[in-house]
């Protein structure tokens, strides 16, 4: 039993290292860069406030691992988590074509209007990061509930490698030294989609065990899965 539980858990856990050496590489490769200083600032103030706005969304593995137990609730759990990621990356939308953005870092924040402009670029080119990012936890989740956590972690050490490879290929690049703040956005996403690329690639490998959980739990008497049980299932983790 210990046995399985460690197979289970350790994968999570080197994930979660491998996460954290990651941010390390990209925080020295930005410190190399032109305007280093401004560049770290400015992307952690931009991450920074996407993240509080996607802070919900880290519970959108929990709908893949709990809710996703037909085609029926997987097709209703990925609209939600379509939908909901959509809002997230339209207020990051308002924040970087409004006034509702430079209140926000200007005045709440005080930062100087020169800092500004590049943390609100750097929000720009995040406005379709909480979409893919969802769409990765949601795969996760549904690799976790068919007791695939190996592939989760192969698939975050990928991530990580591709972030790291992207930082040291990228910071001799012509426009990359012009616009500093690419830098980070660029690496984000490579390492983002190198991850859900890796996990769609073992779910649709592993699909017939998913088809198997599924099968079992056709005997349980419940309803289709809606989207308003989805809303009331979600919004309490979210908070």
Not at 90 to 119: C, K, N, R
Not at 163 to 187: K, N
Not at 195 to 219: M, P, T, V, W, Y
Request: hydrophobic share 55%.
């Amino acid at each position: 039993m210990y046995l399985q539980l460690t197979r289970f858990i350790l994968p999570l856990v080197l994930a979660m290292v491998a996460y954290e050496l990651g941010k390390q590489f990209l925080n020295g490769g930005m410190a190399r860069m032109p305007s280093a200083v401004e560049t770290l600032a400015s992307y952690g103030l931009a991450w920074g406030i996407a993240m509080v706005l996607s802070s919900a969304q880290s519970q959108t593995r929990q709908l893949g691992l709990v809710l996703a137990d037909s085609r029926q609730a997987l097709r209703k759990v990925r609209q939600f988590v379509i939908g909901f990621s959509a809002v997230l990356s339209g207020t990051l939308s308002v924040l970087a074509f409004t006034p509702a953005g430079v209140w926000l870092i200007e005045d709440l924040h005080a930062v100087e209007s020169g800092m500004s402009s590049m943390v609100l670029q750097a929000i720009f080119w995040l406005i379709p990061y909480p979409i893919i990012d969802a769409q990765y936890r949601l795969v996760s989740g549904l690799l976790i509930r068919i007791r695939r956590t190996d592939i989760v972690s192969y698939a975050s050490i990928a991530g990580i490698g591709m972030s790291i490879v992207s930082v040291f290929a990228l910071l001799p690049v012509g426009f990359i030294r012009e616009e500093p703040i690419l830098l980070p956005v660029l690496v984000t996403y490579l390492g983002l989609l190198a991850e859900l690329s890796f996990n769609l690639i073992g779910f649709q490998r592993n699909k017939g065990l998913f088809l198997e959980e599924a099968a079992k739990c056709a005997d349980v008497s419940r309803g289709p899965l809606t989207l308003g049980y989805v809303f009331r299932f979600f919004w309490p983790l979210a908070l």
